[in-house]
């Protein structure tokens, strides 16, 4: 079983950035796709972004793109969210999200039903 917890979340005015860091125990996530979704209050969980097992397929939800970038370290068994031009509407709860059901795979993974393990997410507020 993998757990997975979320860091790095805050208040920070538009325009800003944030670093969100999403550490793995339990098990290695180095075989597995890995997600970033989040969640404002009173709206559905919504796709952020996804990474490839190597970290060489990256895919963004339109409204981030441009600003947003995943990267991850198999070595440290983290994946990150690096958020730039931060705006008021990316105010929600970030959680990140593990793919464990397809190994090595360079596919990318948008629907949180693809993912598996689920962490419990770091709230994040931008303020105008």
């Known amino acids: 079983q993998v757990q997975l917890v979320e860091s790095g979340g805050g208040l920070v005015q538009a325009g800003g950035s944030l670093r969100l860091s999403c550490a793995a125990s339990?098990?290695?996530?180095?075989?597995?796709?890995m997600g970033w979704f989040r969640q404002a209050p009173g709206k559905e969980r919504e796709f952020v972004a996804t990474?490839?097992?190597?970290?060489?397929?990256?895919y963004y939800a339109g409204s981030v793109k441009g600003r947003f970038t995943i990267s991850r370290d198999n070595a440290k068994n983290t994946v990150y969210l690096q958020m730039n031009s931060l705006k008021p509407e990316d105010t929600a709860v970030y959680h990140c999200?593990?793919?464990?059901?397809?190994?090595?795979?360079?596919?990318?993974?948008?629907?949180?039903?693809?993912?598996?393990?689920w962490g419990q997410g770091t709230q994040v507020t931008v303020s105008s």
């Open positions: 999200a593990g793919n464990g059901r397809t190994y090595y795979s360079d596919s990318y993974y948008y629907r949180a039903q693809d993912y598996d393990y």
């Open positions: 990474i490839s097992w190597s970290g060489g397929v990256t």
């Open positions: 339990g098990r290695s996530i180095s075989r597995y796709a």
